[in-house]
């Protein structure tokens, strides 16, 4: 049973920098690619970005290209989700994710079977 485990979420001025770590354990990490998700009240939960299970090969939403970076440390076993220039709609609390197959993508949170318990980040206007 894979367990995944946030940390670095917090609050922060528009504009600021926010870094988060999800640490991995109980699957063989560098076999999956692995997710980020963010859910802010009332909306649904969606796709924030994934990499590869090497780490070569980023996706990002729209929403988040060319400000966010993820990252991932398979000697770690971590993923990272680097959060530059955040904007007060960035606010959420944010999860990261393992996929239900080895050696796959998913941009959707139905590709996922594994869910760390999601970490709060807040962004101040």
């Known amino acids: 049973q894979v367990q995944l485990v946030e940390s670095g979420g917090g609050l922060v001025q528009a504009g600021g920098s926010l870094r988060l770590s999800c640490a991995a354990s109980g699957r063989t990490f560098s076999n999956y690619a692995m997710g980020w998700f963010r859910q802010a009240p009332g909306k649904e939960r969606e796709f924030v970005a994934a990499i590869s299970w090497g780490g070569s090969t980023p996706y990002y939403a729209d929403s988040v290209k060319g400000r966010f970076t993820i990252s991932r440390d398979n000697a770690k076993n971590t993923v990272y989700l680097q959060m530059n220039s955040l904007k007060p709609e960035d606010t959420a609390v944010y999860y990261c994710?393992?996929?239900?197959?080895?050696?796959?993508?998913?941009?959707?949170?139905?590709?996922?079977?594994?869910w760390g318990q999601g970490t709060q980040v807040t962004v101040s206007s």
């Open positions: 994710a393992a996929p239900r197959r080895i050696y796959s993508i998913a941009l959707a949170a139905g590709g996922y079977d594994a």
